[in-house]
C-alpha cells in the first residue's frame, strides 16, 4: 500500500518547485473545488446544480481517500504558499494538480486486461496549467503501477477533450476502442476514447 504521506517526484529545481505526494484528508476542499471547476461550468442553469455536484464529488472522493485499498492512489500536486497573512517561514500546501489510479476489473468482452490500472479524475488547478503539472502526473503513476507490478496504464477520454487528448498522445496513449455517445438520439455527446500505454520495464 502506498504510505499516506509518501512522496514520489518534483519538477527540476528551476521550475516552480512543485512536488508529487498521497492526497490527505485535509487536501479534501482543495481537491474538490480544482475537480467540480475543471468538470463543470457554474455558469447559466448549470450554477443552480453546481454546489450538489460538488458535494457529490467531495463525499465519494473522502470515501475514496478513506478507503485501505492496497491498490487505490490520489496524488496530489503540491506547490508550497506563504499567504501574505501568515507569519514568515509558516507555509501552506496549495494543491495544483491531481489525479486517481486504481485497479479496475474488466468483463471478458471488453479489450482489456482482466485486472488492470486505470487513471481517472486528472485536473490540474487553471492557474497552473500548461507547467508540466500533468505530465508530472501521469510520470508518478507510471512509476507506481511499475511498483505495483504492472505493465499497463488505461484511461478513458472524451472525444471532445482535445488538450487532454494531446496531453495523453505526448504522454504515449494510444486508442483502444471509441465508445458511442452515451445520450440517445437526437441529443449529441461526444464518445469516448479509451486509451492504453504499456510500461516499459
Ligand atoms: C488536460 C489538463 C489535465 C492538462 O494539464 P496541464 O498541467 O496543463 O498539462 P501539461 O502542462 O502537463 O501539458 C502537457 C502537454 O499536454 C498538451 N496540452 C496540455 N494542455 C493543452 C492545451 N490547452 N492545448 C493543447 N495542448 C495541451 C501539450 O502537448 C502539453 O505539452 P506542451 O505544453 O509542451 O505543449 C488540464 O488542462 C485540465 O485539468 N483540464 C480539465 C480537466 C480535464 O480535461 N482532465 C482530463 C480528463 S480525461
Excluded at 485501505?68 to 500536486?77: D, F, G, I, R, T
Excluded at 503540491?78 to 495544483?96: F, G
Amino acid at each position: 500500500m502506498t504510505p499516506s504521506n509518501a512522496e514520489f517526484s518534483s519538477l527540476p529545481e528551476s521550475s516552480l518547485q512543485m512536488r508529487v505526494r498521497s492526497a490527505r484528508l485535509d487536501d479534501l476542499p482543495q481537491l474538490t473545488e480544482i475537480l467540480t471547476s475543471s468538470f463543470y461550468v457554474r455558469t447559466g442553469w448549470m450554477g443552480w446544480l453546481y454546489p450538489l455536484l460538488k458535494l457529490g464529488i467531495s463525499e465519494d472522493l473522502r470515501q475514496r481517500l478513506r478507503s485501505q485499498n492496497p491498490h487505490y492512489v490520489c496524488l496530489a500536486v503540491i506547490r508550497q504558499i506563504l499567504p501574505v497573512q501568515m507569519a514568515a517561514h509558516t507555509y501552506c500546501d496549495c494543491v495544483t494538480g491531481t489525479i486517481e489510479l486504481s485497479q479496475r476489473y474488466a468483463l471478458p468482452w471488453q479489450p482489456i486486461k482482466p485486472q488492470h490500472l486505470y487513471l481517472s479524475n486528472l485536473a490540474v488547478h487553471p492557474e497552473f496549467r500548461r507547467q508540466g503539472v500533468a505530465q508530472l502526473l501521469l510520470k508518478t503513476c507510471e512509476q507506481i503501477a511499475l511498483d505495483w507490478g504492472f505493465d499497463d496504464l488505461y484511461l478513458h477520454v472524451m472525444e471532445d477533450n482535445l488538450q487532454a487528448r494531446q496531453l495523453y498522445r505526448k504522454a504515449g496513449f494510444q486508442l483502444v476502442q471509441l465508445k458511442s455517445a452515451s445520450l440517445p438520439w437526437p441529443w449529441p455527446s461526444p464518445r469516448r476514447l479509451l486509451m492504453h500505454k504499456p510500461l516499459a520495464r
